[in-house]
């Protein structure tokens, strides 16, 4: 978790825990609203991190992951009204249930590039129009009302936290692991990696079903902190643009970006929808242009930018052109 | 029985026959050249055969069974790599990550972790003090060497390699012919090359065999290929002379 390039794994790990253990004790100082804001964030950590698999990673940037967020959030919010399962396990459930619908998605995994984004498009808006006329699941445009959670906002911090923190270190073991080799393989140049024997479709299929499942326990928790929850929300196109945007402003491909984007997001989107709530989308339309003109590994490439320059070495040179293919100097640096 | 076995395979793109009806064979041990004039149909029969491309007609059979139609991924677990033309590395990993990409099937039949086996193939191929470093770095011979590097990782029983060669300077150029011969009788992995060097082709072939507009024209040992009239006709034309 630091920005530390080959740092031996202890340091990592020393620091994330360091970072948990500080959080976890944070509610002692922080009154409610920022304690709830926080909560926010872990939410949208987790989920942006799950999509970077997929987006940053397989460098399949998806624009329908707000399917997966709505269903995990409905599925648990209808096991917590018709049952007396504790929470935690209708979170759970709705997590599972949506990595099972990303599947539905197979025949997308054809399409490289614009193509598969067009795509997960319509699959999103697809997915948020039935819903929305679902009514006997959905409720509708009126939407649905939840039963308070054990324990209340307090014990959604801690959820949060956990789920935040599982999440991240799920990333960092990913990119380290055989398994990230073999996505970041599959981003370069899909047809090379099938030919030194990667399983391009079957490995797509598990990030999607990993991502979509972590988007959907996200969205389920997400359901329980607002206890109230409707399909133009949960499924919305907004939706699908935030992890989107989460990942750019912080640094798509990186571990540390999605982390730091989903922070300045749920910062940004607080203060914005309070001040100028007609203008917030075209602010993050603007930061969105000026990310991929000036820094396409957004707020990681800043502070890696900042840190060569402290250290007076030479830039080098980043061999990647595009927001979407240039995580190969973070690769170098370890983020 | 031959190792790789190669039947009436064709491939046609609309009214074009790329690869007409071309059968081969190559024993365990082998290093079969593959010559023709550009746009002879070399590098389609070798995506026919590692999968990349399915044939339109005719078989591929390594060791006797039949790898015809399976993906690229499941052709390259039955033993059967190949190298491209242009070497197409992953930018955004280091050069042992590369190899170690490739290692993670080849670790499997071969044995030792994918980072063993990766370091292994690198030393193996010269590469080792380039391991960290990022593949935009390495010159032209080099990015080959890699990309020779991460098809050996995968523990091939066939190697196909499409000009391994071609447009390096003559020491690198024999350095990479000495390497190819090392990978046969070292790592005992049975190779098919495309090459347009013709030195290297005749020095280190065992057999050549002579494409022209998709067909096979001729096959025999160097010298006798390289003195076929139908040869000197394809490369020359029909009033050409003969080159000896």
Redo the contacts between chains.
Sequence with gaps: MTLAGREPPWRVLAGFAAVVAALAAAPLLLDAYTQNLFTLAFLMIAGALAWNWMGGYVGQVSFGHAAMFGIGGFVAARLMLATPVPAPLAWLAGGLVAGVFALGAHPTLRLRGPYFSIATIGLGEASRLVFTYWERFTGGASGLSLPLVAGGKEALYFWGLALAAAVTAASWAIRRSALGLQLLAIKADVDAAGDVGVSSTFLQDLVFVLSGAVVGLSGALYASYFSFIEPNDMFGFDRSISFVLMCVIGGIGTVLGPVLGAIVFVLLRQFLLASYPQLYLGLYGILLILIILFEPLGLTGLALRVRRRLRRKPPRALHAAGPLASSASANEEGC | MALLEVRGVSKRFGGLRAVDAVGLELRQGEILGVIGPNGAGKTTLFALI?G?LPPTSGEVLLDGARVTGL????V??AGI??T?QIA?P?????VL??V???A???ARRGGGT?RERAAEVLAFTGLADRAGD?P?TLTLAGRRRLELA??L??APRVLLLDEAIAGTNPAEALALAALIRRIRDERRVSIVMIEHVMPAVMSLSDRVCVLDHGRKIAEGTPQEVVRAPQVVEAYLGKDGEAVT
């Design positions: 590692a990349s993906a690229a991924h499941r390259v677990r790599v190949r491209h197409r992953f930018p955004n990993l280091t990550e590369n170690v990409v490739g993670i099937h080849g994918p990022g935009a991460r098809a990782a995968t």
